[in-house]
C-alpha cells in the first residue's frame, strides 16, 4: 500500500473535534505558556482549529505586527474561555506559513502575511520557511528593524506596531 504524503494546504483542514474546551492542568506541555497569559490550573481553555487562527493572521495589514500571544488572547476570549492552547496554536501558525508557501509554488495565494505574525515578544518564527533569516527579509521589506539577540532575531519596538485585533 502506498502512503501520500499530507499536503501542508491539506493539514490546513479544520479537525473534527476541534475546538475543544478543556480543563488547563500543569501537566500539559502549553501550561507555562498559557499561564504567562494569565490562566491557571483549573481553568477552562481552548483548542482551535486552523481556520481560526488563519482568520486573525489574514487581518493583519501590512504595517501592522501580531505574536501569539495576542492570537491567544483574542481566541480565549471569542470562546469565553481563559486561555488558548500556545501549542498548538504554535502548530497551526507554522503550517499556515508553510502552506502559504506551498501554494505559491503551485501558482495560487492564500493571502496569509504569515511573516507579519511573531513569536512571544516579538522574537522570528524559525520554523517559517526559510527560517528566520526568510522572515527577517520579508518584514525589513516591510520597513521592520530586527536585530540580533544572542541567536535569535527579533523586531525591534514591535510593540508600537502591533495590530489591535
Not at 59 to 71: A, D, M, Q, R, S
Not at 131 to 148: C, F, N
Request: with cysteine; hydrophobic share 35%.
Amino acid at each position: 500500500m502506498s502512503y501520500k504524503k499530507k499536503s501542508w494546504q491539506d493539514k490546513l483542514a479544520d479537525k473534527k473535534n476541534l475546538p475543544k474546551i478543556l480543563t488547563l492542568e500543569e501537566k500539559f506541555p502549553c501550561y507555562n505558556a498559557v499561564h504567562k497569559m494569565d490562566a491557571n490550573a483549573g481553568d477552562n481553555v481552548v483548542l482551535v482549529n486552523p481556520s481560526e487562527i488563519i482568520e486573525l493572521m489574514k487581518k493583519v495589514p501590512k504595517g501592522k505586527l501580531i505574536t501569539i500571544v495576542e492570537i491567544c488572547k483574542n481566541i480565549a476570549k471569542k470562546h469565553k474561555v481563559q486561555g488558548c492552547c500556545s501549542l498548538t496554536t504554535g502548530i497551526f501558525i507554522m503550517t499556515a506559513a508553510n502552506a502559504a508557501e506551498e501554494a505559491a509554488r503551485d501558482g495560487k495565494n492564500l493571502n496569509i502575511p504569515y511573516w507579519r505574525t511573531l513569536k512571544a515578544d516579538g522574537f522570528l518564527n524559525e520554523k517559517y520557511p526559510g527560517g528566520a533569516t526568510a522572515q527577517k527579509k520579508l518584514l525589513e521589506d516591510e520597513g521592520y528593524s530586527v536585530i540580533q539577540k544572542g541567536k535569535k532575531y527579533f523586531v525591534q519596538n514591535y510593540e508600537h506596531h502591533l495590530y489591535n485585533i
